[in-house]
């Protein structure tokens, strides 16, 4: 899910660039950036004070260039690295999580008496096919009705208000879905629009079909071209925490074809409730009850679902930018210092305390969530270039490596680097947000030599940064292992 959202961006002027672009014409110190890459930016409209630099060999002792790298940005995404090195060092690769199942009364004849109870502990992956397969645990064990309610322990993780439309009042995105103890499916419904096979009506889909989310009337086929077909089709969306409506009131062009739209509805413990509803009937089945919370009992649980390893699941937070994942995985680190229930707070005491006991200076780090979906988080280029320095000579490299996203292949940069030489070369994590772009990772050279590289831009202008960013990371393919910085004139 990529962010996307208002973040602080810098403030250009004509002087500026004019002043900045002479500095460039004059000669270039050992380490400073060259002039073809900073030329890159300026051409971008973006002024050079706006953007932070290191590529450093990751067998030398200083950086092969740096550019304004000590001072604090926003980095966007690009903050996920902290958060899944610092997982994957702390909790280690092979970790896994939980969930819980316990019976709140006698089981008789298949017939749980009784409620159901659920207990989550931050798993970040709780995918519809996981789902279904605890659900055939239950199953297998027994349990065909609950005559009960559904009960949820939420406890692990500090339940504390959460605003969906907070960040940039776009409450219905699934990037925005908060963090939970007991996330099911990222909280979110696929939503699939397409011409019938008569090609005389749409036909709308949800996926899950939750029952507490009806489906009102479908947009009208038309023959229109497909652009803004979302906006075209007038969606009304009717989210009251417990339940929920979806219909439309306009047009959707048959050029279009079939369409996804991913949405969040419902609020966490209701969200939850219909999803067991809904997959325990599929599976034979019975429950009508609803939802509450409280405490799981001590003693054994009935059934227990185990999380894919640490190692798979950052592979999905940093190539595909999650979000609530990282968030997820950003709280589960609190829990390695003190007891329940995790905190951000906690959280970043952790993450602070390991980046000391690492000897990793990170000064202007600041904290709010682990993800960088946010107005607050900041870090350096140097900063993160000593995180990737670290992460390459640890025990855990490959696992780290591996969850980054490579050029031209797949992730966030699959469509990107098509015409370059680097494809398949780059291993990178990018950021996106308003008036931020950031990318941060390793480049290997043809020879096996590897360059990391951060770069980070707050500007106004930063959506025109893609270009100058991956001009960035082909320069070190090409010239990073002959460049000499005392040639350039």
């Known amino acids: 899910m990529r962010d996307a959202a208002p973040a602080r961006g810098g403030r250009g002027s004509r002087a500026g660039v ?15 950036l060259p002039r073809e890459v900073g030329r890159a930016f300026l051409d971008a409209g973006i002024p050079l004070n706006h953007v932070g630099i290191v590529v450093q060999e990751t067998t ?11 001072r604090p940005r926003n980095p966007a995404s690009v903050m996920k690295l902290v958060t899944t090195f610092a997982a994957l060092d702390l ?4 970790y896994r999580w939980k969930t819980e199942a316990y019976l709140g009364g006698p089981l008789v004849d298949g017939v749980l008496h009784g409620d159901l109870i659920l207990k989550g502990y931050g798993d970040p992956k709780i995918t519809v096919e996981q789902w279904q397969s605890f659900i055939a645990q239950l199953r297998a064990k027994g349990l065909v009705a609950v005559d009960g309610d559904l009960v949820l322990d939420r406890s692990r993780f500090a339940l504390v208000p959460y605003d969906p439309a907070a960040f940039d009042h776009d409450p219905l995105k699934p990037y925005n879905v908060g963090p939970d103890a007991l996330l099911v499916n990222f909280k979110s419904l696929r939503l699939t629009l397409a011409p019938d096979a008569t090609g005389s009506v749409v036909v709308v889909r949800a996926d899950p079909p939750l029952a507490d989310v009806t489906l009102g009337a479908a947009p009208v086929l038309a023959g229109e071209a497909c652009d803004d077909w979302r906006l075209r089709a007038a969606p009304a969306i009717d989210d009251r925490g417990d339940r929920g409506a979806i219909s439309f009131g306009g047009t959707y062009p048959r050029a279009c074809g ?10 966490h413990p209701h969200y939850v409730r219909a999803m067991f509803e809904t997959y325990f009937r599929a599976a034979g089945g019975r429950f009508a009850g609803g939802v509450k919370e409280r405490a799981a009992p001590a003693g054994p649980p009935f059934a227990v679902l185990e999380s894919p390893p640490l190692y798979d699941i950052v592979r999905d937070v940093n190539k595909l ?22 905190t951000t707070a906690r959280a970043t005491d952790v993450v ?31 900063g993160l270039n000593r995180l990737l320095l670290a992460a390459n000579a640890s025990k855990v490299r490959e696992e780290f490596v591996s969850s980054l996203a490579v050029a031209a292949v797949d992730g966030t940069v699959e469509r990107r680097f098509q015409n370059g030489t680097v494809g398949g070369q780059a291993l990178l994590k990018t950021g996106s947000l308003e008036g931020v772009r950031a990318l941060a990772g390793y480049v ?9 590289v951060v770069a980070i831009v707050n500007d106004r202008n930063a959506a025109r940064a ?3 960013l991956d001009y960035l990371v082909q320069w070190v393919f090409q010239r990073g292992a002959t460049w000499d910085p005392a040639l350039q004139r």
């Open 18 to 32: 004019i002043a900045l672009a002479l500095a460039l014409s004059a000669p270039v110190a050992h380490g400073k």
């Open 60 to 70: 030398k002792a200083r950086p092969l260039f740096e550019h304004d790298a000590a």
């Open 91 to 94: 909790l280690g690769p092979d």
């Open 258 to 267: 079939e369409r996804e739209w991913w949405i969040s509805m419902l609020d």
């Open 321 to 342: 930018s999650n979000n609530v994942m990282a968030r997820q995985i950003f709280l589960t680190l609190a829990t390695t210092a003190s007891a329940s229930p995790a």
């Open 352 to 382: 602070k305390r390991w980046l000391a006991a690492r000897k990793l200076a990170m000064p202007g780090l600041v904290l709010e969530n682990g993800s960088g979906l946010s107005r607050q988080e900041r870090n350096t280029a140097d």
């Open 444 to 452: 290997i050279e043809t020879s096996g030599r590897r360059f990391t």
């Open 466 to 468: 893609g270009p100058a």
